[in-house]
C-alpha cells in the first residue's frame, strides 16, 4: 500500500471510529430507523416452482442414422455419461460434452441456494435474499445454510455460544502472519493461514486419522465451529498486521460483526464497543456475501473436497480462488473506474467510450443475473446509511448517475447490463475506512458458511464422487524419442524465455569464483 493510500485509509478508519465514539453518547432509549426498508418480494410469491421436467430427449445422430433415446430428470438435466453411448464406431470412445467455464454444466444438486438470474431473484433454503437482510442476523443465516432452517432461540444460543468459543486463533498461525511481509497482501495472509490451521488440527485430517472421520456429525460440527469462529480472528490480525499493530483477541460478548470490529478498532481496549449501525451495515454485507450457489471458488471448494481432503485445506483453495481479480476483487475495480470519471459530467463521455469498446464498465453484468442484482438493490440503500455516519463519499454521486445513465441507454438494457453487487459495496467499504485490498477479505469472511454449507452437503451426497473432468486433447497425435545429439532446435516450438535478474544478480555474479 502506498503512502497516500495508507493516509487515505487512516482517515477513513478515524472517521469510523469518530463514528463509534459519538455513537457510544448518544441515548440508549433512542429507537433507530431500520436500515434496510421493508422489502417488496410479494412478486415471488407468485412465480410458482417449475415443477416436474421429466421426460426423454431424443437425439439423432446424423453421422451414423442411430437414434437415442435420453432420460430427463424432474429438475431437466440429462447424465452427461449417457452421451459416451452415442459413438461412430471402434475408435470412438463417444461423445463428450464441451462446456468451458461450466456455462451449463451442474455437477452437484444442491438444496442450498436459489437463483434466477432472469427474475433477479436469490434465496437461501427457500428464503428470499431481501428478508434475511431486512429481519435477520448473519448468525442466523450461517445457521440456516448450514442445518437447512432457521434456529430457534435456544439453537442460537448453542450455536453463537460454539463458534464464540472457537474464535481464538493458535499462537503459531498468529506467529506466521507475523512473519510474513508488511505489505503482504491479506488475501495471501488469509489463505496461508486457513491452510496452515490443517496443520494445527490433525485430529480433523482424514490423511491422518482415516477417510471415514468426517462421516461423525461431531467432527463435522467442531470444523464448522473452528472456521467460522476463527475467520474472523485471522482476518482482523491481517488488518493490523498492515498498519504493524498486533493481534488483538476476540471478545466473547460481542456479535459475530461486532467482534469483527472490535478486533480492527479496540487498540485492546476491552471496554471498547463498535457503533452498533455500523455493526449492523456489516451484518447485513455478510449475510449478502454469505453464499451465492455454485460460484468459483464454491466449486472449488467442492473439487478440492471431492478428494478426501480436509476442510481447511479445501477452503484455502476456495479462498485462493475468490482472491482472483474476476472474483473476489470485482469492486476494486469499480472504485478505480469511478475515480478515473471522476464527475458526473463526464459520465455521457465515459459511456460513449464503453459502447465503443474503448472502455470497461465494472460492476455491470453477472455471469447469472440478467435482471438487477438483489443484492446491489439492498446494498444500495446500506450505502446511505453508512454515509449518514461517516460522510458522504463524492464518488456515490458518480456511482448513482452513472447507473441512471446506464439504465435509461438502450445499448444496456438490450444487453440486460445492470448493476451488481460489486457496484456499491466498494464505496460502502472505502466509506468505513477499509483499504481496496482487504475488500476481497471482507468477501471471503462470511462466505466461509457458504463454503462450510456445501463441504457438508457434499460429504452427505450419494453421487459425491472425485472430480477428474474429461478433456478435448488437440496435441500431437504420436512422436517417438530422439537422443538428444540428433535434436534440431524446432524454430517453431514453444521455448524458455528470457529471465529477468536483478541487478543484485548481475552483481554477484560480475565477482570472481562464481
Same mark, same amino acid.
Given at each position: 500500500?502506498?503512502s497516500?493510500?495508507?493516509?487515505?485509509s487512516?482517515?477513513?478508519?478515524?472517521?469510523?471510529?469518530?463514528a463509534?465514539l459519538?455513537?457510544?453518547i448518544?441515548?440508549?432509549?433512542q429507537?433507530a430507523?431500520?436500515?434496510?426498508?421493508?422489502?417488496?418480494?410479494l412478486?415471488?410469491?407468485?412465480?410458482?416452482p417449475p415443477?416436474?421436467?421429466?421426460?426423454?430427449?431424443?437425439v439423432?445422430?446424423?453421422?451414423?442414422?442411430?437414434r437415442?433415446?435420453?432420460p430427463?430428470?424432474?429438475?431437466?438435466?440429462?447424465?452427461?455419461?449417457?452421451?459416451k453411448?452415442?459413438t461412430?464406431?471402434?475408435n470412438?470412445?463417444?461423445?463428450?460434452?464441451?462446456?468451458?467455464g461450466?456455462?451449463?454444466?451442474?455437477?452437484?444438486?444442491?438444496?442450498?441456494?436459489?437463483?434466477?438470474g432472469?427474475?433477479?431473484?436469490?434465496?437461501?433454503?427457500?428464503?428470499?435474499?431481501?428478508?434475511l437482510?431486512?429481519?435477520?442476523?448473519?448468525?442466523?443465516?450461517?445457521?440456516?445454510?448450514?442445518?437447512?432452517?432457521?434456529p430457534s432461540?435456544?439453537?442460537?444460543?448453542?450455536?453463537?455460544?460454539?463458534?464464540?468459543?472457537?474464535?481464538?486463533?493458535?499462537?503459531?498461525?498468529?506467529?506466521?502472519i507475523h512473519?510474513?511481509p508488511?505489505?503482504?497482501?491479506?488475501?495471501?495472509?488469509?489463505?496461508?493461514?486457513?491452510?496452515a490451521?490443517?496443520?494445527?488440527?490433525?485430529?480433523?485430517n482424514?490423511?491422518?486419522?482415516?477417510?471415514d472421520?468426517?462421516?461423525?456429525?461431531?467432527?463435522?460440527?467442531?470444523?464448522?465451529?473452528?472456521?467460522?469462529?476463527?475467520?474472523? @480472528?485471522?482476518?482482523a490480525?491481517a488488518?493490523?498486521?498492515m498498519?504493524?499493530?498486533?493481534?488483538?483477541l476476540?471478545?466473547s460478548?460481542?456479535?459475530?460483526?461486532?467482534n469483527?470490529l472490535?478486533?480492527?478498532d479496540?487498540?485492546g481496549?476491552?471496554?471498547?464497543?463498535?457503533?452498533?449501525r455500523?455493526?449492523?451495515?456489516?451484518?447485513?454485507?455478510?449475510?449478502?456475501?454469505?453464499?451465492?450457489?455454485?460460484?468459483?471458488s464454491?466449486?472449488?471448494?467442492r473439487?478440492l473436497?471431492s478428494?478426501?481432503?480436509?476442510v481447511?485445506?479445501?477452503?484455502?483453495?476456495?479462498?485462493g480462488?475468490?482472491?482472483g481479480?474476476?472474483?473476489?476483487?470485482?469492486?476494486?475495480?469499480?472504485?478505480k473506474?469511478?475515480?478515473?470519471?471522476?464527475?458526473?459530467?463526464?459520465?455521457?463521455?465515459?459511456?460513449?467510450?464503453?459502447?465503443?469498446r474503448k472502455?470497461?464498465?465494472?460492476?455491470f453484468?453477472?455471469r447469472?443475473?440478467?435482471n438487477?442484482d438483489?443484492?446491489?438493490k439492498?446494498?444500495?440503500?446500506?450505502?446511505?446509511?453508512?454515509f449518514?455516519?461517516?460522510?458522504?463519499?463524492p464518488?456515490?454521486?458518480?456511482a448513482?448517475?452513472l447507473?441512471?445513465?446506464?439504465?435509461s441507454?438502450?445499448?444496456?438494457?438490450?444487453?440486460?447490463?445492470y448493476?451488481n453487487?460489486?457496484?456499491?459495496?466498494?464505496?460502502i467499504y472505502?466509506?468505513m475506512?477499509?483499504?481496496t485490498?482487504?475488500?476481497p477479505v471482507?468477501?471471503?469472511?462470511?462466505?466461509?458458511?457458504?463454503?462450510?454449507?456445501?463441504?457438508r452437503?457434499?460429504?452427505d451426497?450419494?453421487?459425491?464422487?472425485i472430480m477428474?473432468?474429461?478433456q478435448?486433447y488437440t496435441?500431437?497425435w504420436?512422436?517417438h524419442?530422439m537422443?538428444?545429439r540428433?535434436?534440431?532446435v524446432? @524454430?517453431?516450438?514453444?521455448?524458455?524465455?528470457q529471465?529477468?535478474?536483478?541487478n543484485?544478480?548481475?552483481?554477484?555474479?560480475?565477482?570472481?569464483?562464481v
Amino acid at each position: 500500500m502506498s503512502s497516500a493510500d495508507f493516509q487515505l485509509s487512516a482517515r477513513g478508519r478515524l472517521a469510523v471510529l469518530s463514528a463509534h465514539l459519538a455513537a457510544s453518547i448518544e441515548p440508549p432509549d433512542q429507537e433507530a430507523a431500520p436500515i434496510v426498508e421493508p422489502s417488496c418480494v410479494l412478486a415471488q410469491d407468485r412465480l410458482p416452482p417449475p415443477g416436474n421436467l421429466s421426460g426423454s430427449l431424443a437425439v439423432v445422430d446424423e453421422r451414423t442414422g442411430r437414434r437415442y433415446r435420453l432420460p430427463v430428470s424432474e429438475g431437466a438435466t440429462v447424465k452427461a455419461t449417457d452421451f459416451k453411448q452415442i459413438t461412430t464406431g471402434k475408435n470412438d470412445k463417444g461423445l463428450k460434452l464441451y462446456d468451458p467455464g461450466y456455462l451449463n454444466t451442474a455437477p452437484v444438486r444442491s438444496s442450498i441456494c436459489y437463483i434466477d438470474g432472469d427474475e433477479g431473484i436469490l434465496r437461501y433454503r427457500g428464503y428470499p435474499i431481501e428478508e434475511l437482510a431486512e429481519s435477520s442476523s448473519f448468525m442466523e443465516v450461517a445457521y440456516l445454510l448450514m442445518y437447512g432452517n432457521l434456529p430457534s432461540e435456544s439453537q442460537l444460543a448453542d450455536w453463537e455460544f460454539a463458534i464464540t468459543q472457537h474464535s481464538a486463533v493458535p499462537q503459531g498461525i498468529l506467529d506466521i502472519i507475523h512473519a510474513m511481509p508488511h505489505d503482504a497482501h491479506p488475501m495471501g495472509v488469509l489463505v496461508s493461514a486457513m491452510s496452515a490451521l490443517s496443520v494445527f488440527h490433525p485430529d480433523a485430517n482424514p490423511a491422518l486419522r482415516g477417510q471415514d472421520l468426517y462421516k461423525s456429525k461431531q467432527v463435522r460440527d467442531k470444523q464448522i465451529a473452528r472456521i467460522l469462529g476463527k475467520a474472523p @480472528t485471522i482476518a482482523a490480525a491481517a488488518y493490523l498486521r498492515m498498519a504493524g499493530r498486533p493481534p488483538v483477541l476476540p471478545s466473547s460478548h460481542l456479535s459475530y460483526s461486532e467482534n469483527f470490529l472490535y478486533m480492527l478498532d479496540s487498540l485492546g481496549n476491552r471496554s471498547y464497543k463498535p457503533n452498533p449501525r455500523l455493526a449492523r451495515v456489516l451484518d447485513i454485507l455478510f449475510i449478502l456475501h454469505a453464499e451465492h450457489e455454485m460460484n468459483c471458488s464454491t466449486a472449488a471448494a467442492r473439487h478440492l473436497a471431492s478428494s478426501g481432503v480436509d476442510v481447511y485445506t479445501a477452503l484455502a483453495g476456495a479462498v485462493g480462488a475468490l482472491y482472483g481479480p474476476l472474483h473476489g476483487g470485482a469492486n476494486e475495480a469499480v472504485l478505480k473506474m469511478l475515480s478515473e470519471i471522476g464527475s458526473v459530467e463526464n459520465i455521457p463521455e465515459f459511456i460513449e467510450g464503453v459502447k465503443n469498446r474503448k472502455r470497461k464498465m465494472s460492476g455491470f453484468g453477472h455471469r447469472v443475473y440478467k435482471n438487477y442484482d438483489p443484492r446491489a438493490k439492498v446494498i444500495k440503500k446500506l450505502a446511505e446509511e453508512v454515509f449518514s455516519i461517516v460522510g458522504r463519499d463524492p464518488l456515490i454521486e458518480v456511482a448513482i448517475a452513472l447507473e441512471k445513465a446506464a439504465l435509461s441507454d438502450e445499448y444496456f438494457v438490450k444487453r440486460k447490463l445492470y448493476p451488481n453487487v460489486d457496484f456499491y459495496s466498494g464505496l460502502i467499504y472505502r466509506a468505513m475506512g477499509f483499504p481496496t485490498e482487504f475488500f476481497p477479505v471482507l468477501f471471503a469472511v462470511p462466505r466461509m458458511a457458504g463454503y462450510l454449507s456445501h463441504w457438508r452437503e457434499s460429504l452427505d451426497d450419494p453421487d459425491t464422487k472425485i472430480m477428474r473432468p474429461q478433456q478435448v486433447y488437440t496435441g500431437v497425435w504420436l512422436r517417438h524419442y530422439m537422443p538428444l545429439r540428433e535434436r534440431a532446435v524446432a @524454430t517453431e516450438a514453444d521455448r524458455l524465455g528470457q529471465v529477468s535478474v536483478s541487478n543484485a544478480s548481475r552483481r554477484r555474479l560480475a565477482g570472481s569464483g562464481v
